[in-house]
């Protein structure tokens, strides 16, 4: 049975970075038949995806565009997780944060717990 | 962009009725190459993440009841769950993962007891 477990904070101030992590147990951050993604949910925006990272030969990473500027998602091999960073939040970032799983042939098949993320100074 | 639109916002059924939620792509979600509708149904309930019920519009996944079904191709689908039960008062959504991020979701249908 595949697991996301969600971790880091989630109290922040405008300007700072936020970083959260996505440990991953029974698949791999390597898998060649998924992507590891964040998406995050407002009342204001709903489900919104942010971005992934995924490996087909080599690592690869897309970002909505929204954000493209101020986000970048990694993966950790030796620790099998991924992780996003975004830069420069402001209360507009105040959300609910995903990591998941898709696959190409079913759509998002495993969520982690969710991370609440609150931006206020 | 593909855009998800969901009717209506709001379902409000009595146990054991039918409940009815539709969702509309602003382009087609299906694949000529292979014939299926990359289209997707969640299921919310309050405090937690979103689950899986459906892919490919129609095809439940292991665990669902039976319920739930999904139909449907091109730009226009259909949730349906046939006789209400306490547990599936939540918010649904769909969404297309058609092609390459964004894979858009619908606005959901909160669907509550009348």
Request: with cysteine; glycine share 8%.
């Amino acid at each position: 049975q595949v697991q996301l477990q969600q971790s880091g904070p989630g109290l922040m101030k405008p300007s700072q970075t936020l970083s959260l992590t996505c440990a991953i147990s029974g698949d791999s951050v390597s898998s060649n038949s998924a992507t590891w993604n964040w998406i995050r949910q407002s009342p204001s925006s709903g489900l919104e995806w942010l971005g992934r990272t995924y490996y087909r030969s080599r690592w690869y990473n897309d970002y909505a565009v929204s954000v493209k500027s101020r986000i970048s998602i990694n993966p950790d091999t030796s620790k099998n997780q991924f992780s996003l960073q975004l830069n420069s939040v402001t209360p507009e970032d105040t959300a609910v944060y995903y990591c998941a799983r898709f696959r190409s042939t079913i759509g998002v098949d495993v969520w982690g717990q969710g991370t609440t993320v609150t931006v206020s100074s | 962009d593909i855009v998800m639109t969901q009717s209506p916002d709001s379902l409000a059924v009595s146990l054991g009725e039918r409940a009815t939620i539709n969702c509309k792509s602003s382009q087609s979600v299906l694949y000529n190459s292979n014939n299926k509708n990359y289209l997707a149904w969640y299921q919310q309930r309050s405090g937690q993440p979103p689950k899986l019920l459906i892919s490919w519009a129609s095809t439940r996944e292991s665990g669902v009841p039976d319920r739930f079904s999904g139909s449907g191709s091109g730009t226009d689908f259909t949730l349906t769950i046939s006789s209400l039960q306490a547990e599936d008062v939540a918010v649904y959504y769909c969404q297309q993962y058609y092609g390459s991020p964004p894979h858009t979701f619908g606005q959901g249908t909160k669907l509550e007891f009348k």
